[in-house]
């Protein structure tokens, strides 16, 4: 699979020779969002709680007489039913959202959002992402520079100068490529990956 290798001026210098096994997969779009719905579903905390009826604060006495209101017949306050009663099925924090993804499916979805990118021209190689000072204006001013505004960079090895400098970028995200997600995949316009890092990922979803 031949990929654009892009210079330090965002300019495709000339082709990358990438392996097929990870970016020439077929486009597999329900696998694609089959793993994206579990990443998602996976990241979920139980951090909200809803009351049953026996945790509502109420009374025990009868709202009102069984018979002669012509309304329905109601025993306490904490029923569904009512207005500020308890809920019938409550979301509770020990809820679990997790949904199980075996590897070679997780491997193939992978290889496919990669491949997909590429066709789209969406997916690029540099040599390498490097800045000197762990600067954020710099860092900025070199993608401004390479004409991205929506970016997610794959490096081979993440130092401290290229994480502190990208932290606070809202657009850009660098990460190693065992920290690659789907999620962000799809999410950023441009998906920069070094050299090196090609490497890692044939050693990951190959």
Not at 134 to 157: Q, R
Not at 179 to 185: C, G, I, N, R
Request: hydrophobic letters at 40%; glycine letters at 6%; zero cysteines.
């Amino acid at each position: 699979m031949q990929l654009e290798l892009l210079n330090d001026q965002g300019q495709a210098a000339s082709k990358y020779d990438a392996p097929e096994t990870v970016f020439g997969r077929e486009y597999n779009e329900d696998l694609i969002h089959q793993i994206v719905v579990a990443f998602q579903a996976n990241a979920r905390q139980g951090t909200r709680a809803q009351k049953d009826r026996e945790q509502v604060r109420h009374s025990t006495k009868k709202p009102f007489k069984q018979k002669g209101t012509g309304r329905a017949r109601a025993g306490m306050t904490s029923s569904p039913l009512w207005r500020g009663g308890g809920r019938i099925f409550p979301n509770m924090p020990d809820e679990n959202f997790t949904q199980k993804i075996n590897k070679k499916m997780y491997r193939a979805g992978m290889a496919s959002i990669f491949s997909q990118l590429a066709r789209e021209g969406r997916l690029a190689v540099v040599d390498s992402i490097k800045v000197d000072s762990p600067k954020t204006k710099s860092l900025a001013a070199k993608f401004k520079a390479m004409n991205l505004d929506s970016v997610l960079v794959i490096a081979e090895e993440v130092d401290e100068n290229l994480y502190l400098a990208s932290r606070n970028l809202v657009n850009v995200l660098v990460v190693e490529p065992r920290y690659a997600d789907p999620v962000s995949l799809v999410h950023y316009k441009k998906v920069l990956v070094t050299k090196g890092a090609v490497d890692k990922l044939k050693e990951m979803f190959a």
